[in-house]
Each structure stands twice: as C-alpha cells, then as structure tokens.
C-alpha cells in the first residue's frame, strides 16, 4: 500500500482537483485505492457526493478516538463513480481538531490504515500550515504530491509546502525516527494552454527550477467544474478527455 497526500499551503489551487484525478485514475488503472477527504470544507466529500456509514463516521472519528487501529476499512464507503475506488468522507466539525492538543492525535490516521485493503490511499489535504490535520497527512503518507495552480498564489503555496515537508523531517530526524516522507513532484493544473498568460509563464518557470515538476502540465477545462457541481466524473463527458489524459500520464509517474 502507498499513501500519498496532495498538499499546498494556499486555496483554490487544485488540490482537491488533484486528488480526486489521481484516485479516479489510479482505480480505472486497476488499484483498490482509498481517497481520504481530511479537509473540513468537505469540496471532495462533496464532489463524489457520499456520506458515512452511520453519522459521524467520517474521518473526524479516526482523529477523535485512541486506538483506532483499522478503521480505516471500516469508514471507507464505496464510491459510485469505480468500484476500485472507496472515500472516506469529512464534515465540517473536522476543524475542531485543529485546536485538540491530544497526546498522539497527529498519529491517528496512520494507525487507522493498519489493515486497510488498498493498493493506494490519496489524501486531500487541507491547507492548513502547520496544524494536527496537516501533520496527521504528514505522518501517514510516504510521499507528497504538491498540487498548484500557475499562479503566485501557487507558487508561493508549494515554497511553503516544502518549508513544512522539510521541517517535518527534521522533526523526525531529531526524533531518530527514519525519516519516510519523500517529494513525489509537483503537479501545476488547471492552465490554459492556448492563451498561456505571463504569469502562468512565469509561474511555470518558477516551479520548473525545484527540479520537481510533473508533467505534463494539466489544462483547463470549464467541464472539470461542471462535473464537480453536478457530482460527476469529468473523465466521464467528452471535454474532459485533454485532462484526464494529463493526470493519467502524471499519476504513472507518481506511482512509478
Ligand atoms: N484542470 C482544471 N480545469 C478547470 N478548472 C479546474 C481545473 N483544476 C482545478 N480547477 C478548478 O479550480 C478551482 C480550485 O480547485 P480545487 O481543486 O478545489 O482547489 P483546492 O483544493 O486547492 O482548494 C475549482 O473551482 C476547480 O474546479
Ligand atoms: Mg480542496
């Protein structure tokens, strides 16, 4: 099983986006994967429209309880959109945990995947900085996949990103734990690639220089927000094919 986090230190720059192509992707590859909405606002839980099992099983209950060894498979519901794909869903009351200082809560998702029969776990993170939600993400993935958009926001939100994957693993070094968290790569969606302004240039060249971007870049398509409004899959309407077909490309490398 490999568990990888989509992450970025500012809002609105894909990483939900990013998250949900990499899971639907890997589940038509042939994947059991597991997609884990750790954000409050919920934009994945709603876009695949699932609720619980029962209420309040949503990832809250993992962070909220000791001991939470494979409830992971017990939380994840099918999803309709794969039958490779479950999610485990999140609620709004999640932030609360953003003020819990309970020893050990930042370890609680990774216990709760003990168990889980996954091939591949992506977690939607939220952008939180520095937070128990965060670090929960931290602990249980072996790899981030920074999402942005080609925009300054996006950038500026990747250079924090980093800052805090590396903080992390100095923390786990000082720990003298082995230190497992690694860079899958940057992925800069939504631009549009006909009229590629400035700014998305520059954005672009920016990210380049890490030495982590993944490509190809994702383009712009107005039917990826449709989709999500109406709770669909873009993958599934003809105007979706140039992006599906990027994140598929990208989610072969990450998963390389
Ligand atoms: N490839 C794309 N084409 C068109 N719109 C996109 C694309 N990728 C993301 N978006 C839109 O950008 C907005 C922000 O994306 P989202 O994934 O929700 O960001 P975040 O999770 O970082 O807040 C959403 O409205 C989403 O539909
Ligand atoms: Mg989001």
Known sequence: MRVFGSYNESGGVGKSTTAVSLAMVSAEEGHRTVLIDLDPRGATTKWLDVEPKEEGLHVGAILANDEVEGWAKELAVPSSWHPNLRVIPSHRSVSNREKDSSQGLE??????????????????????????????????????????????????????????????????????????????????????????????????????????????????????????????????????????????????????
């Open 107 to 256: 370890l609680r998702l990774k216990e709760s995947l003990i168990g889980l029969d996954a091939d591949v776990v992506i977690i939607d993170c939220p952008n939180r900085q520095g937070g128990p939600l965060t670090l929960s993400a931290f602990y249980a993935a072996d790899a981030i996949v920074y999402a942005t958009s080609a925009t300054q926001d996006g950038v500026d939100g990747v250079e924090g990103a980093r800052k805090s994957v590396a903080e992390f693993r100095r923390l786990r070094e000082r720990q003298g734990a082995t230190v497992d968290l690694v860079e899958a790569g940057i992925v800069v969606g939504n631009v549009n690639e006909t009229i590629m302004s400035r700014v998305a240039i520059n954005a672009i060249g920016e990210l380049r220089e890490t030495g982590l971007l993944l490509t190809p870049i994702v383009p712009s398509r107005t039917i990826v927000q449709e989709a999500r409004t109406v709770g669909q899959w873009y993958g599934n309407f003809r105007k979706g094919e140039p992006v599906v077909t990027a994140y598929k490309e990208i989610t072969r490398k990450v998963l390389a």
